[in-house]
């Protein structure tokens, strides 16, 4: 079955340090996978996505993540966290038997806390 | 803003009670999305319209009823609820490109059954 692992509930990181936030997947043959961000009381806004090429992606907000095939990874970094990343943060990988739309498999989402 | 708009943003409903949540999007997607996020659950795909015409539904009761009138309008119908379906209620619409590229999500709709 196809799925996403976000294996930490919470991340907590201080203002300024990196950060990373963790993702795997297991999908059916080349993945298509996205990273969503949540503020409070907001829908999902779409940060970065990998569907081919380069596995450093590069996304919104300085945000980047590195697909990693070997290791069925995903993670989602930056270099310097400020407060206000301070979100809830959702993985998803297209399921690949979804047809022509986007039928998303998403993780349960890890809270990140940037404290100052 | 996403341009995906969700309206109410709050509704509060008995469990008699019936009632519309509305999506519009103005991206000139083709296909739609109803999600459920419950409290410290992933994610829930409960419909998806592509071309109008619904193409998945995820083992949803009836007592939520989809409609889908045109391209950028979509309608969760909800009547006779449960407390148990209290949840942020989220549309999504997107492109039918092979499914490659992202979707956007509305506000939300945060629901109460009391």
């Known amino acids: 079955a196809q799925s996403v692992a976000q294996p930490e509930d919470q991340v907590n990181v201080a203002e300024g340090n990196p950060l990373t936030v963790k993702c795997t997947y297991s999908?059916?043959?080349?993945?298509?996978l996205f990273w969503y961000v949540q503020y409070p009381n907001r829908g999902l806004q779409f940060l970065l996505k990998y569907i081919t090429g380069d596995n450093l992606v590069k996304g919104s907000y300085g945000f980047e993540a590195e697909f990693n095939k070997s290791q069925t990874s995903f993670h989602l970094k930056k270099p310097s966290a400020l407060v206000s990343d301070s979100a809830l943060y959702f993985c998803?990988?297209?399921?690949?038997?979804?047809?022509?739309?986007?039928?998303?498999?998403f993780g349960a989402g890890t809270r990140l806390a940037v404290h100052p | 803003e996403t341009g995906v708009t969700q309206t109410p943003r709050h509704l509060v409903m008995g469990m008699t009670n019936k009632k519309s949540l509305k999506c519009e999007q103005h991206?000139?997607?083709?296909?739609m999305y109803w999600y459920k996020q419950s409290a410290k659950k992933p994610l829930e795909l409960m419909f998806v319209?592509?071309?109008?015409?619904?193409?998945e539904n995820n083992s949803v009761p009836s007592r939520f009823s989809p409609e889908c009138p045109n391209s950028s309008h979509l309608f969760l119908h909800l009547h006779t609820l449960q407390p148990e379906d209290s949840a942020l209620y989220l549309c999504a619409s997107g492109d039918l490109q092979g499914g490659n590229t992202e979707a956007f999500f509305g506000q939300g709709t945060r629901l109460t059954v009391v």
């Open positions: 999908v059916s043959g080349n993945p298509y």
């Open positions: 319209y592509s071309l109008e015409e619904r193409v």
């Open positions: 998803a990988v297209r399921d690949p038997f979804s047809g022509g739309y986007n039928k998303l498999i």
């Open positions: 991206l000139g997607h083709n296909a």
